[in-house]
């Protein structure tokens, strides 16, 4: 990875983060500013060190509070999750509450929801083959009592026939759960999460890890049913039914949830629309299957709403929050969980050690208070932004239309693609603007020659990320125009050469 950095150009060391502004020092030991469009991969919504997030963890530290104080009253994290629910209560019109489970980051808000997912599923499990046990007592009395008799075909007697039905649900109860998710999507690269990236080359390696998904396109929602009838398995249940014993199918999901992101951040910025939104969640609803929305990136205020999903219409079983939650300081998360859906017993089988920690909780509180406050202002600014340099990208477009494909994305979670170029050769990496390189290589140039941080998207390299915070300043907006013009000059010149070069120096 160094090496890769410092090919690129990339391998400075940022000793000052304020605004949207990164400090590295050159070799005067001066301070060279850099805009920060990469925004912590979406975490820094409020930018770098924002005084009112600082002052609250000074505040705390200097009481000397405790962050840790396991098995103890929280009121803190009763206010947090109090103020998420009347978010989403609304921006969803939503009465019902949502349970909260923190965490310590967006993969771990993942797992959280995959956990109580399953286990949510596995108690339903669990409370029909104690109904098929109830029955299968029930016929053994009849039986006994001479009230019913065996089918005909039946070898062994009762209790041949009851070691089969018993052996048969075993098996089927073993049988692992099974996720589905969008194609494109990205979730994370834990052993549960990495299962729901669909890039192989995050996946292939660990796939004998964890239970499996699917992946669907996100234009087939009747690819939801499908799978539904294919992902299923029976049990064998005994009824007593005039005067016989009659052997009953009884079938189980073996799907566990949706999860989805309402914007593909690492797929390339890739926006699901309110119509593939309405379909995803009628399939969903029609097999009684929960979907879990993926708001790490997309939430927090980025898009124009604090819950991007909402804009679309989406109502959500499961939320999955983090990065900007922390206010680029702490780093937490959050699985908000429907209470239709929550199992109180989770929380005995699924904790962490620096999960709601007490100075995250008060991070958190405040970065509510700030996008929360003058009504929601801070959404209102993460609209006009986003507007703003949404009309840059498409003014860019229409002037190199043979350099750059599209803009995609919402507020300010944006991404632009450049098209790919034809293969030319350079002896230091092969060829600086083939299409498995190009977002690197104009990332290195970007930050060289023009002081401008931004990075391509994991699985989509063609296409550059734009997550800055919603106090971004014209004259960043201005800079960054004059980067991306020279950035498009150049590679319809083909002056591959600008495209290498040492780390930045004064």
Same mark, same amino acid.
């Given at each position: ?55 609250? =963890?000074?505040?705390? /530290? ?16 009763? @206010? ?42 596995? !108690? ?9 046990? *109830? ?35 075993? +098996? ?8 589905? $998710? ?9 052993? *549960? ?9 995050? @996946? ?26 294919? #992902? ?26 949706? &999860? ?5 951040? #690492?797929? *390339? ?5 309110? #119509?593939? =939104? ?5 399939? $969903?609803?029609?097999?009684? $299957? ?14 124009? =709403? ?15 929050? +983090? ?18 859906? &929550? ?34 202002? =801070? ?7 986003? #507007? ?23 507020? !300010?979670? /944006? *991404?632009?693609?450049?098209?790919? !170029? ?65 950035? $498009? ?18």
């Amino acid at each position: 990875m160094q090496e890769f950095q410092s090919l690129l150009g990339i391998d400075v060391e940022y000793v000052r983060g304020q605004g949207n502004t990164l400090y590295f020092l050159d070799e005067a030991g001066k301070e060279v500013p850099v805009i920060d469009y990469a925004g912590g991969y979406g975490a820094l919504v409020l930018g770098h060190n924002h005084p009112d997030v600082v002052a609250t =963890a000074q505040s705390f /530290l200097r009481d000397q509070r405790p962050v840790l104080a396991q098995i103890s009253r929280q009121p803190a994290a009763d @206010r947090v999750t109090a103020r998420l629910n009347e978010i989403i209560r609304r921006e969803t019109g939503t009465t019902e509450p949502y349970y909260a489970v923190y965490s310590n980051s967006g993969a771990e808000s993942i797992e959280v929801a995959l956990k109580q997912a399953e286990f949510d599923r596995g !108690l339903n499990l669990r409370a029909l083959l104690a109904e098929i046990a *109830g029955h299968l007592d029930e016929a053994r009395v009849a039986v006994r009592s001479g009230a019913a008799a065996l089918p005909d075909d039946t070898a062994g007697g009762f209790e041949a026939l009851a070691a089969r039905v018993d052996a048969a649900n075993a +098996a089927a109860a073993a049988l692992p759960p099974v996720f589905l $998710c969008l194609e494109g999507s990205f979730h994370g690269k834990l052993v *549960g999460s990495v299962q729901l990236t669909h890039n192989p080359a995050h @996946r292939g390696p660990f796939t004998a890890l964890a239970a499996q998904a699917r992946f669907i396109p996100v234009d087939q929602p009747e690819a939801i049913a499908k799978i539904a009838e294919e #992902e299923r398995a029976v049990l064998l249940d005994l009824r007593v039914e005039d005067g016989r014993i009659r052997v009953v199918e009884r079938d189980f999901s073996l799907l566990t949830a949706l &999860f989805m992101e309402v914007i593909q951040g #690492e797929g *390339g910025i890739r926006v699901v629309t309110e #119509e593939q =939104a309405r379909g995803i969640q009628r399939a $969903c609803a029609a097999i009684d $299957c929960p979907i879990v929305v993926d708001e790490i990136q997309s939430g927090m205020g980025r898009t124009g =709403a604090f819950f991007a999903s909402s804009l679309i219409g989406l109502r959500a079983d499961y939320y999955t929050l +983090a990065k900007g939650l922390g206010g680029g300081v702490a780093k937490t998360a959050v699985t908000l969980v429907r209470a239709s859906r &929550f199992r109180r017993e989770f929380g005995l089988i699924h904790t962490s050690t620096f999960a709601k920690d007490g100075l995250s909780l008060a991070v958190t509180l405040t970065v509510l208070d700030i996008l929360e406050a003058h009504g929601g202002q =801070a959404y209102r600014q993460a609209v006009e932004r986003g #507007e703003r340099l949404t009309g840059l990208f498409r003014s860019l477009i229409d002037d190199y239309p043979d350099i750059l494909k599209e803009v995609r994305g919402k507020g !300010l979670m /944006l *991404g632009l693609e450049f098209r790919g !170029l034809p293969d030319t050769a350079d002896s230091r990496s092969g060829d600086p603007t083939r299409s498995d390189m190009l977002g690197y290589f104009i990332s290195g140039y970007l930050l060289r020659a023009h002081r401008i941080r931004t990075f391509p998207t994991a699985s989509a390299v063609n296409t550059l990320r734009f997550q800055p915070s919603v106090h971004l300043a014209e004259s960043e907006i201005a800079d960054l125009e004059k980067a991306l013009r020279d950035v $498009c000059a150049k590679l319809r010149d083909r002056d591959e050469q600008a495209f290498f070069g040492p780390a930045p120096v004064e």
